[in-house]
């Protein structure tokens, strides 16, 4: 197992990690950035390593980013200063590039045809070839993000205007690519032909349009008529009937990112076209009916495994109860605690309902186990607080294989699954059981038969990959030269 030490700093986060969240807005007449502040705000869960808004009057576009919370990066002074009819912003959770601040979003630059920003939510698995090709052509980059590929080529696209240029451009992307450009009078949204990164768009109430990684960040805002943006699809926002183009024909077989339902997406959001609530529901249901125990409690691992805990308790007829409270903070503030708390561990995420675990047969339902990082920990927290016995159940089936689709799974070396048996990741966390979800099960749940990724799963990934590339591959050691 991985020392939680070893990864992430202080508190290792033991889920898969958030991959970004994309936003864009074209409202005219209204306040565009502080409607993208808010609208981030809803997206924060999907990175908090750094935050960005763009906005554009039809003459320029202005920006501020920085490293932090959206909250910590724009105060009221930063968002006054951007005014304009549109606007694009960005939270950060690195995938490709670290997690310093020239590789957060949105990137802007000067072309040939006048300025450009570019908010990508994904990852490009033809990144390093792309980048290679382009730095043999003389042109220089700033940071190590393949977000930062994306946005030269369109820099250097030809084309009449920015939707063939947009289009051109896309042929030459593989990979994951949930994208928000800025023009300094136009804003697209721009989705793979896979569909692999959610990207939903919405009517404001107030004219115009939005769209957004999740369609919880649009009901936030207010939009109306919400529906996903198509794979391999171009959409150009206006105040009006919105300008659609479909690019690049869609992928013969999807490849819907299937932790969205799992772990990622909000619980109010909608994705594939299915609440993803009532998805980890099924999945608790499900479960249930494969992995029975008999127990005195169900509690959830919170927040996302709540109401697969609840489906759960619903079909076992044993009752739901909470276990775990859950600071929601500890994991996100940039105080390093003291030598004493750190050795804590996990005990500064969660605490125990004491009285709600005492003498009793405890489930414990979570969406999954990847590095094993803070398992033992949480089961040995409701040891502590006198559990008879602990059962873990997990919604998905064991993760063995890393994502280079945009999500943060760790290596073949740091995944538990890849390297031990069931059997011996139940003895290190001390469970008395441990049972996953099988995959048939989990596509049965989400009501699913195919069109989805399951790659950290199965390992067959929907285009050809390099398991050797690191999500800092584009880093210089020390000392060389960029």
């Not at 409202?27 to 869960?45: I, N, S």
């Not at 109860?321 to 929601?328: A, E, L, P, S, V």
């Not at 089936?397 to 740091?414: A, K, L, N, Q, S």
Request: net charge neutral; glycine share 10%; hydrophobic share 40%.
């Amino acid at each position: 197992m991985v020392n939680p030490a070893d990864r992430s700093g202080w508190l290792a986060n033991e889920h898969p990690q958030e991959e970004c969240g994309v936003l864009g807005i074209y409202a005219p007449r209204e306040d565009v950035a502080r409607m993208a502040f808010f609208g981030l705000y809803a997206l924060q869960h999907r990175g908090q390593e750094a935050a960005g808004i763009a906005v554009a009057d039809g003459r320029e576009i202005r920006m501020h980013k920085d490293s932090g919370l959206v909250s910590q990066v724009f105060s009221p002074a930063r968002i006054s200063a951007l005014t304009g009819d549109f606007a694009i912003g960005h939270v950060r959770y690195s995938t490709t590039g670290s997690s310093s601040l020239r590789n957060a979003q949105p990137y802007l630059i000067d072309t040939q045809y006048g300025q450009i920003a570019v908010a990508h939510n994904g990852n490009l698995v033809n990144a390093s070839q792309l980048r290679s090709s382009m730095l043999r052509n003389g042109v220089g980059f700033s940071s190590s993000s393949d977000s930062e590929v994306l946005t030269m080529m369109l820099a250097g696209a030809s084309g009449g205007d920015w939707f063939e240029r947009i289009r051109q451009t896309m042929q030459h992307w593989q990979g994951a690519y949930s994208l928000v450009i800025l023009t300094r009078d136009q804003l697209f949204a721009v989705r793979d032909p896979w569909g692999i990164r959610p990207l939903t768009v919405g009517m404001l109430p107030n004219g115009g349009h939005a769209v957004a990684s999740e369609s919880g960040a649009l009901r936030t805002l207010g939009c109306q008529a919400i529906r996903e943006v198509k794979p391999g699809e171009i959409i150009m926002l206006t105040d009006t009937a919105l300008r659609v183009a479909q690019a690049i024909p869609p992928a013969s077989e999807t490849a819907v990112c299937t932790f969205e339902h799992i772990y990622f997406s909000r619980p109010d959001s909608f994705w594939d076209g299915q609440s993803v609530h009532q998805v980890r529901q099924r999945l608790g249901e499900q479960l249930a009916r494969e992995a029975a125990v008999p127990a005195d409690v169900v509690i959830p691992v919170p927040d996302s495994s709540i109401p697969a805990a609840i489906g759960y308790a619903r079909q076992s007829g044993i009752p739901y109860n909470d276990g775990f409270i859950k600071n929601r903070y500890i994991g996100r503030t940039f105080i390093e605690p003291t030598d004493s708390l750190r050795k804590m561990g996990v005990t500064l995420k969660y605490n125990v309902i004491n009285e709600n675990i005492l003498n009793q047969r405890v489930v414990v339902i979570d969406d999954s186990i990847v590095r094993g990082n803070t398992t033992r920990p949480l089961v040995k927290l409701l040891q502590d607080a006198g559990a008879r016995e602990v059962h873990l159940r997990i919604t998905c089936p064991p993760i063995r294989h890393p994502c280079f689709m945009g999500v943060d799974m760790g290596t073949y070396e740091e995944l538990a699954a890849h390297r031990h048996s069931l059997e011996e990741i139940r003895r290190f966390s001390g469970a008395d059981s441990l049972a996953y979800l099988s995959l048939e099960g989990m596509m049965n749940a989400i009501g699913r038969s195919n069109g989805y990724c399951n790659a950290c799963f199965t390992g067959q990934y929907p285009f050809p990959v390099d398991a050797h590339v690191a999500k800092t591959g584009f880093e210089k050691p020390e000392g060389e030269p960029a």
